[in-house]
């Protein structure tokens, strides 16, 4: 009879482990906003009769966008909703238009190669487009079905509406500016200053501990029973993994170790780019109690997977958009709402 080595037959099995266990940590984040099929074709910001060629352009398209809503073709919870992008003539005016590229995958009868012009709309302009207010949507709860190119136009177009809408002054001297490069920064004239949308850097980290128990924490101002994953923004003179280590501790009273970058996304609500990570709990700390700041986290908790599995229906998680959630159903091994 054949006889196995126990010795070999363990370290097989834990090399095993092991592998499975890297490959997990390893494995691609499904990042919606994380997509794009768009060209932002940045040189042609620069010419000074760019808007008369786009609308002399029977190809070109609008994505109406009416105080952060935009138009989708049919429900907004359809499991793929689809932006409803216009021809020119049917925007009569725009508070704002915006260059956003040309599209790199065709979709809808749009041929690859589409321009596409933000439009962002006051009221009456939008009632002329679309009177019926419920057909006006926001994508943050109900956009994770987004194509690749549908979410990079959103999360640009939304982005950088925020933009101009929170920067209308120089900074340096608080006179108006105007909008310049095809609707990519913005102009005082006196001081000569050019102002461009920024991005503010967030951590999200999805923290682990001896027992692969999940730290999540609640917001005193969430309801009852709403948690995610813990996150901040990077300080000036910070790095991304200092930033980690750092926030953890001041939200939830733990010190953690190997930090492991997983991915990021655009988060356009209004301004930040979401860079997730898991960490451990540094066991070289000895016992850790939770203490949660009180000021943004009013509490935090380890769950279990059979804890998240059985409590699941009364859980609120957060979107499937978000990284957060993304981050969580990868510590869970796929997607919590499938699971039986």
């Given amino acids: 009879m054949f006889r196995v080595d126990t010795k070999v037959a363990n370290a097989v099995d834990s090399h095993a482990a092991s592998m499975l266990k890297e490959a997990k940590v390893n494995a691609p984040l499904n990042l919606p906003l994380a997509q794009s099929a768009i060209d932002r074709d940045y040189l042609e910001r620069e010419n000074p009769e760019l808007f008369d060629h786009l609308w002399a352009n029977p190809a070109t398209r609008v994505l109406a966008m009416y105080e952060g809503q935009v138009l989708l073709m049919g429900d907004a919870d359809h499991p793929l909703p689809q932006l409803r992008l216009l021809p020119v003539e049917a925007v009569p005016s725009a508070q704002l238009r915006v260059y956003l590229g040309k599209t790199t995958e065709g979709q809808a009868g749009e041929a690859v190669g589409t321009p596409v012009v933000l439009a962002v709309l006051g009221t009456n302009s939008a009632n002329q ?69 920024r991005t503010d850097p967030a951590i999200i980290v999805a923290v682990t501990d001896e027992q692969d128990r999940i730290l999540l924490g609640s917001q005193g101002i969430w309801e009852e029973n709403r948690w995610s994953i813990l996150a901040g923004f990077v300080e000036s003179g910070e790095s991304l993994n200092a930033a980690v280590i750092r926030e953890v501790y001041e939200e939830a009273g733990v010190w953690v170790t190997e930090p492991h970058f997983m991915g990021s996304q655009a988060w356009p609500f209004p301004c930040s780019l979401m860079v997730g990570f898991t960490a451990k709990v540094d066991s070289s700390k000895g016992h850790q109690d939770l203490i949660p700041d009180g000021l943004e986290i009013e509490k935090v908790r380890w769950f279990s997977r059979e804890e998240i599995a059985a409590e699941r ?28």
């Fill in 129 to 197: 487009v679309e009177p019926t207010t419920e057909n006006w949507h926001g994508l943050r709860k109900t956009g994770a079905g987004l194509s690749a190119r549908d979410a990079g136009l959103y999360a640009q177009g939304l982005a950088v509406a925020n933009f101009h809408l929170s920067h209308p002054y120089c900074p340096s001297c608080g006179l108006p500016t105007a909008v310049a490069q095809g609707g990519w920064s913005r102009k005082c004239f006196k001081c000569d200053k050019s102002i461009f949308p």
């Fill in 313 to 340: 229906d009364n859980l609120l998680l957060p979107g499937k958009l978000s990284i957060a959630r993304a981050l969580i159903d990868h510590w869970f091994g796929g997607n919590i709402d499938d699971r039986g």
